[in-house]
């Protein structure tokens, strides 16, 4: 059994020794002040569980989205997991995913009792649309896109694939708000769409957090059982479900985020942008492919590049976070075993994993800050 210490304070502690880092939750509340007084009322009123500031976020957050229904969970990993239970999946089915993912898009597929099924991925680090209706069996319930760096996948496709053989799509949106496709929002994509509040996610809380969109009053209401031990009030149950509550204080920090939250994408943008103009000059460096109709939210900004370690290595001497995200894709990972895949079976995953790096880009990063990553990449590879 390998280690089960808590490596995260030590993770933490290292890589906030860089002057640019991927971590500025320092500089994200330094308005800490404005958010403790607002947490200062719910404590006053004891509105701790379920309490309004839920309520107003959920309402916030689904006229963001464009969509009727915004449902506030314990965090993204229980948004995917709750979405799949309420559309029924469970033992014996077949969710369709990408094998290039975080842990936790795969972690809730298992957890609901169902088997993951990998697709590769294509230029643009998304599910390769094209793979889908051949991984189709009998006992595939859902599709589960992952809309990767804040980039919604080829929804087009994969909606025609879904209605033909109708399945559900739960999106995994961890990456993706304020992203859109072809006009529409990432919560508005599929029939159910799932966010985390996690730090390091664009919109952040002081701990775990995450919500689910969809526009179907039945999945709704049925997520609402769900995420409070299947109550419809305080005697009366109408499904032995979860304890999956949104953190009432989690909603306060949410809300005041959600206000900054143009900002926090535009500048992402425009540095992720900025990236793109001056690196696509580099012959060693590969740019994923970017979609005019579709707007990239950039929760990381990867690239593919030759010498990977070694770049990375440099970056990281000269002061730069560098970050991989990440070296071993799902279906090579030791939790995956059991699947019986091997090296090769997702070639285009497996490329994206051995030379992707991730270069910080959050609103903080200055221009200077900017130039000084591109020197050091140009200077590495003269
Ligand atoms: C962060 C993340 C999750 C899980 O979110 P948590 O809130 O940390 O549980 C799921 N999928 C992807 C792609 C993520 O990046």
Redesign the pocket.
């Known amino acids: 059994m390998a280690t089960t210490k808590n490596f995260l304070p030590e993770q933490y502690r290292q890589s906030n020794k860089l002057g640019i880092n991927h971590n500025y939750l320092d500089q994200q509340f330094s308005d800490h002040q404005v958010i403790w007084a607002k947490m200062r009322d719910v404590v006053i009123r004891g509105d701790f569980t379920l309490g309004s500031e839920v309520d107003l976020l959920e309402k916030e957050y689904a006229h963001i989205s464009g969509t009727k229904h915004a449902i506030g969970v314990g965090?993204?990993?229980?948004?995917?997991f709750l979405s799949l239970k309420a559309l029924g999946v469970g033992e014996g089915d077949e969710v369709i995913t990408t094998a290039f993912?975080?842990y936790?898009?795969i972690g809730?597929i298992v957890t609901a009792g169902a088997k993951p099924v990998f697709c590769d991925i294509g230029a643009d680090y998304n599910i390769n649309s094209l793979e889908i209706e051949a991984k189709i069996t009998p006992a595939t319930k859902a599709i589960l896109p992952?809309h990767?760096s804040g980039k919604p996948c080829d929804m087009d496709a994969i909606e025609d694939i879904a209605q033909k053989h109708n399945l559900a799509i739960v999106g995994?949106a961890?990456?993706a708000i304020s992203a859109t496709y072809k006009g529409r929002t990432a919560g508005s994509l599929g029939t159910l769409a799932?966010f985390?509040?996690?730090p390091l996610?664009n919109l952040n809380v002081w701990g775990?957090?995450?919500i689910i969109t969809t526009n179907s009053d039945e999945l709704a209401d049925k997520l609402r059982l769900m995420r409070n031990h299947g109550l419809v009030g305080r005697d009366e149950c109408h499904m032995f479900a979860y304890n999956s509550r949104l953190d009432t204080i989690q909603a306060v920090v949410a809300r005041h985020m959600l206000e900054k939250i143009n900002h926090i994408t535009e500048s992402r943008v425009a540095h992720a942008n900025y990236f793109d103009k001056e690196l696509r000059s580099v012959p060693q460096i590969i740019i994923p492919k970017r979609d005019t109709d579709i707007y990239q939210v950039y929760?990381i900004y990867s690239i593919c590049c030759q010498r990977r370690s070694e770049l990375q290595n440099y970056l990281i001497e000269n002061d730069v976070d560098a970050k991989v995200h990440y070296p071993i894709p799902m279906h090579l990972q030791p939790a995956a075993d059991y699947l019986g895949h091997k090296k090769g079976d997702f070639p285009i995953a497996e490329t994206i994993a051995d030379n992707t790096i991730s270069l910080p880009v959050h609103e903080f990063i200055s221009r200077n800050q900017q130039d000084h990553v591109i020197n050091l990449i140009k200077a590495f590879y003269d």
């Open positions: 965090s993204g990993t229980d948004a995917i993912t975080f936790a898009t809730a992952v990767w995994d961890c990456h799932c985390s509040f996690h996610k775990d957090g995450g929760h």
